[in-house]
C-alpha cells in the first residue's frame, strides 16, 4: 500500500492552500484526492461561467436541501464545487474576510489564537491585494490575486448615491479597518479569469514531484487502527470504481467541505452513536457535535423592473452577446467577465447595532424565480439583503450509510427569531435602496416582495417564499474545547479523542461570520498549514485603536 506524509481528503479552498504550504519542504510527500474531475472546462475560468456552472453536475454535487420551518414548503438547492478549487472553482469570486469581532469571537468561545490580530497575517499572506487598502490590512505578494470590479455601471453608481443619500458611507476597503457602507466588490480575479484556490495555490504545488494529486477518486471512509487514523479507502473512478487504499504515516486531513466532511467522519464511525447506529455503521469513536451547528446565510432577493436603461437582462441576449463575446475574446473585460453581484454594502438592521449586521448586494439584473442561476428576459435590479451572523442552526447527518447517498441537510433558516427580525431589517432597507432619489429615473416597479407587502409580517412571509442561500454553509465540525458538547476540533483542528486526524475547511467555523467564506476558509488552511507542521504562528498584527469593526 502507498505510503504519504499526509493524505488530503478534497482538493477546495482550503485543500488547495493546505496542499501548496504542505509540500514546500521537499522531502515532505502529499497525496491529495479529489471526488471530481480536473478543473479544465472553460465555465470555471470564464467569470460569467458561474450562471452554468451552477447546475453542471459533473463538477457540482448539487445538493437539495430539506424543506425547513420557514423556507414554505421549499427545498433550496445547495450548489458545491466537486472539481480542482472545490467551490472556489464555481463560486461567485467575492473576496470578503469578515469583521474583527468575528474572529474575536471565535477565540472568546476558547479557541486560543484564532482572534483577529492572530488570523489577519494569514489572510495578508494569502493575498496579492491589487487596488486599494493599506498595508495593516492588505497583502500584496501573495499567490491570491484579489482585484476591485472594474465595470462601471450607471445602475451601480446611481445604487451607490441612493446608499450615500440615506447615510451609508462609501467605503474604499471594506476589508480593511472597517466593513460598513457602500463599494464596488472586490474580486479574485486576474486579467478577466477566475482565480480558484486551484489556479492560486494546488496547481503550482502539483508541479512538485512530492506532490500527488489524484482526480476521480471518491473517498468513501477513513481508515482507523485503534484511535488512529491511519489512511483512507477511496473508489477510483467513483461509484463501482476500483477501491484503493492510501496510508498517511503523519496525519490524515479532511478538507471536504462543510456537508461531506461530517458526512465522511460519519461514514467512518465518528459522530453520534444514535444517528450511527440507526444506519449500521459501528461507533469507532462517539463525537455527538459532528454535522451539528450547521449555519448559512439566508437572503431575499427584491426585485424593481427597470426603465430608461439597458441591463444585463438584455446585455445577454442576440447580437448584444456576441459583441460582449468578442469584447472578452480581446480585452477580457466586459459582460462576460462580470460576477454575479457588483456592488456591495454593509449595514445596521437598528440604530442599536454596534456593527454592521445586515450585507447587501446589488445587481443591475434580475434571476428567474424558482430557476435560480438563470436571468431574466425583462430589464430588472435586483437588491440581495442577509443578516450577517445568524443565530439559527441546523445539522447535516447521513441519510444512510451508503457513501454516494447525498446526506440530509437541514439549516433550519429563520428559526432562530432574531434572525426573522433582522432579514425583515434587510428587505425593508433594500426597498429604501431601490427606491432613493438617484434610481428614481430608471425605476419602474417593485416587482418582488412587490407594493403589497407593508407590515413586518408581510415581509416575513415574502422572505420565506423566495428566500434562498447564498452559498455560506459552514460550522458543522466547530472548533471548541474539550468540554463543550458541540466542538468536533480542537483550536489545533485536530479531531477530540482521536490521533492523526484534523479537519481543515469552512466546517470548523464556531459560528458564521459576517462574510462570504471563500477568503476565511483559505486564512484557516494557511494558519492551519503552520500548526500541522508545528512552526511558530505568525506574529499577530499591533491593531490601530480606531480599527473596531
Ligand atoms: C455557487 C457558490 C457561490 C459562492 N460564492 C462565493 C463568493 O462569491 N465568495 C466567497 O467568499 N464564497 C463564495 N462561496 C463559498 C465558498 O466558495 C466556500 O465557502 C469555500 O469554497 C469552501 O471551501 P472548503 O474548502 O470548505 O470546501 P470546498 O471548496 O467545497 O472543497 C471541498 C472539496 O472536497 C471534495 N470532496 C468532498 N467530499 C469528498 C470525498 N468523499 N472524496 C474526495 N473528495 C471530496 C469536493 O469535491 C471539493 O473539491 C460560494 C459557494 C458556491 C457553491
Redo the contacts with the bound molecule.
Keep these: 500500500m502507498e505510503t504519504f506524509d499526509y493524505v488530503i ?8 492552500v493546505l496542499t501548496h504550504r504542505l509540500s514546500e519542504h521537499a522531502n515532505t510527500r502529499v497525496c491529495v ?4 474531475p480536473r478543473d479544465w472546462h472553460p465555465y470555471i475560468h470564464l467569470p460569467a461561467g ?1 450562471i452554468k ?2 447546475h453542471m453536475k459533473s463538477i ?2 448539487a445538493y437539495q436541501q430539506e424543506p425547513g420551518p420557514y423556507t414554505g414548503g421549499r427545498s433550496i438547492y ?19 474576510r469578515g469583521q474583527r469581532q468575528d474572529f474575536d469571537t471565535w477565540a472568546q468561545l476558547g479557541n486560543r489564537g484564532w482572534g483577529y490580530a492572530d488570523v489577519l497575517p494569514y489572510f495578508k499572506r494569502l493575498e496579492r491585494r491589487v487596488g486599494e487598502g493599506e498595508d495593516t490590512f492588505r497583502g500584496r505578494d501573495g499567490n491570491l490575486t484579489v482585484t476591485t470590479m472594474d465595470w462601471k455601471d450607471p445602475l451601480c453608481e446611481a445604487f451607490m448615491e441612493g446608499a450615500v443619500s440615506l447615510g451609508i458611507p462609501r467605503n474604499f476597503d471594506y476589508n480593511g479597518a472597517i466593513q460598513e457602507g457602500v463599494s464596488y466588490c472586490q ?2 480575479i486576474e486579467k478577466g479569469l477566475r482565480m480558484s ?1 486551484a489556479k492560486a495555490f494546488l496547481h503550482p504545488a502539483r508541479k512538485r514531484p512530492n506532490v500527488d494529486v489524484r482526480t476521480h ?4 471512509n477513513i481508515i482507523f487502527e485503534g484511535k488512529r487514523a491511519v489512511g483512507v479507502r ?1 473508489l477510483k473512478g467513483g461509484r463501482g470504481g476500483t477501491p484503493v487504499e492510501v496510508r498517511a504515516s503523519k496525519e490524515v486531513i479532511l ?7 461530517p ?2 467522519l460519519q461514514l467512518s464511525g465518528v459522530g453520534s452513536p444514535e444517528l450511527l447506529k440507526s444506519h449500521g455503521i459501528e461507533v469507532r469513536h462517539a463525537l455527538p457535535g459532528v454535522g451539528e451547528g450547521l449555519q448559512d446565510h439566508y437572503a431575499p432577493r427584491s426585485v424593481a423592473r427597470v426603465k430608461n436603461i439597458r441591463t444585463i437582462n438584455e446585455l445577454r441576449q442576440g447580437w448584444h452577446l456576441w459583441m460582449e463575446a468578442l469584447k472578452w475574446a480581446t480585452t477580457r473585460r466586459g459582460l462576460l467577465s462580470l ?3 457588483m456592488v456591495y454594502c454593509f449595514w445596521h438592521s437598528g440604530e442599536t447595532t454596534e456593527s454592521s449586521d445586515l450585507q447587501l448586494t446589488f445587481t443591475p439584473a434580475s434571476y428567474k424565480e424558482g430557476v435560480q ?1 438563470q436571468l431574466e428576459d425583462q430589464p430588472g435590479m435586483t437588491v440581495a439583503s442577509w443578516q450577517q451572523r445568524p443565530e439559527s442552526r441546523g445539522y447535516v447527518r447521513i441519510r444512510s450509510n451508503d ?1 454516494f447517498a447525498p446526506p440530509i441537510i437541514q439549516t433550519n433558516y429563520l428559526t432562530a427569531e432574531l434572525d426573522r427580525r433582522v432579514v425583515v431589517a434587510g428587505m425593508k432597507l433594500a426597498r429604501r435602496l431601490l427606491k432613493s432619489a438617484p434610481l428614481a429615473p430608471y425605476y419602474d416597479y417593485e416587482d418582488f416582495p412587490g407594493p403589497k407587502v407593508q407590515s413586518d409580517e408581510e415581509f416575513l412571509v415574502a422572505a420565506t417564499q423566495r428566500g434562498t442561500t ?5 460550522c458543522t465540525c466547530r472548533m471548541g474545547p474539550a468540554e463543550s458538547t458541540w466542538a468536533v476540533v480542537d483550536d489545533q483542528l485536530r479531531v477530540h479523542g482521536l490521533q492523526g486526524l484534523r479537519v ?4 470548523i467555523m464556531p459560528r458564521m461570520i459576517s ?8 486564512m ?2 494557511d494558519k492551519a498549514s503552520d500548526l500541522v507542521r508545528g512552526k511558530a504562528p505568525m506574529e499577530a498584527v499591533r491593531l490601530p485603536e480606531a480599527a473596531v469593526a
Design positions: 481528503i478534497g482538493s477546495g479552498s482550503a485543500g488547495s484526492l479529489e471526488a471530481g458561474f456552472t451552477f457540482n454535487w445547495a450548489p458545491r464545487g466537486k472539481t480542482l478549487g472545490g467551490s472556489s472553482s464555481i463560486n461567485g469570486h467575492i473576496y470578503n474580486r479574485t484556490a477518486a471518491h473517498v468513501t477511496y478538507c471536504g467541505g462543510t456537508y461531506n466532511s458526512q465522511l460576477s454575479p453581484t442561476g457513501p447564498t452559498f455560506h454553509p459552514g481543515i475547511d469552512a466546517s462574510a462570504n467564506l471563500n477568503a476565511s476558509t483559505m484557516i488552511a
